[in-house]
C-alpha cells in the first residue's frame, strides 16, 4: 500500500488538483458563494481520473502484484489528503477573511466554523456519489462526475437555503466569526464526521464494484 500511494503521489496527482488549492485564496473574495471554492476540490479529483484514464494508469497498476482494493485505498487516500489540504489552505484565508470584511456575506453562508463543517459533509456527499459510480467502471469519468456535481450543488443549496429559511440556522451556524461557537464546533465536528462515513461509505462500495469490473 505505501509503494502505490507513492505512485499515486508521483505519476497520478494532477497539477490542475494542486493548483486548485490556490483557489482557497477565493475566501477574500467580498459577498461570494464560498462553498464554489470546494467545487473546485472536487475538480481537481476528476482531472485526477480522467488522466489516469487516458495513461491507462488502472490497466498498468493491474499490472502489478497488487489486490484490486489496494488500488482503490490508495487513490481514496490520495484524494482525502487533497481534500484535507484544501481545508488547511483555506484556514488562514478564513481569519482574513472575518479580519477585513466584518459584516455579513450577502451572497452566501457566512464564513465562520460552522461553514467548513458544512464543506466538509458536500465534499464527503461528493466522494459517495462520484467514487461508487466511477469504480463500477473507471472508463466511465463524465457521467459520475456529473452526478457527484449534481449531489454537491443539491446539498450546497439545501445548506445556502437552512441558513436563511430556518432561525436556528441563521442565528447559530451561520453566525459570524466566533459567535455561537459551541453551536459552530457542534457543526463541525458533525460534518468532519459525516465526511469521513461517507468517504469509508464510499470506499468500501468501491471495492465491491471494482472487484467485480472486468478490464
Excluded at 509503494?3 to 488549492?21: Q, S, T, W
Excluded at 463524465?142 to 437552512?162: D, R
Amino acid at each position: 500500500m505505501k509503494d502505490l500511494v507513492y505512485k499515486e503521489l508521483k505519476l497520478a496527482l494532477h497539477p490542475a488538483a494542486i493548483i486548485f488549492l490556490c483557489l482557497s485564496s477565493m475566501l477574500m473574495i467580498p459577498s461570494y458563494p464560498y462553498f464554489i471554492i470546494f467545487f473546485y476540490t472536487c475538480l481537481g479529483v476528476f482531472f485526477i481520473c480522467m488522466s489516469g484514464r487516458e495513461n491507462k494508469d488502472i490497466y498498468f497498476t493491474m499490472l502489478l502484484p497488487v489486490q484490486k482494493r489496494e488500488i482503490v485505498g490508495a487513490r481514496f487516500l490520495l484524494v482525502a489528503l487533497i481534500e484535507l489540504l484544501q481545508f488547511a489552505a483555506a484556514v488562514p484565508f478564513a481569519f482574513l477573511h472575518n479580519a477585513a470584511y466584518p459584516g455579513p456575506n450577502a451572497a452566501g453562508m457566512n464564513v465562520n466554523v460552522a461553514f467548513f463543517g458544512f464543506a466538509f459533509l458536500l465534499l464527503g456527499l461528493f466522494n459517495l456519489v462520484f467514487f461508487t459510480k466511477y469504480y463500477k467502471d473507471p472508463n466511465k469519468v463524465g457521467t459520475p462526475f456529473l452526478l457527484g456535481c449534481i449531489a454537491f450543488a443539491a446539498g450546497m443549496l439545501l445548506v445556502e437555503a437552512c441558513m436563511h429559511a430556518l432561525p436556528f440556522a441563521a442565528a447559530y451556524l451561520n453566525a459570524q466569526g466566533t459567535q455561537n461557537l459551541p453551536h459552530q464546533l457542534a457543526a463541525l465536528a458533525c460534518g468532519a464526521a459525516l465526511w469521513a462515513l461517507f468517504t469509508m461509505a464510499a470506499y468500501r462500495r468501491s471495492v465491491k464494484r471494482f472487484e467485480a469490473f472486468d478490464l
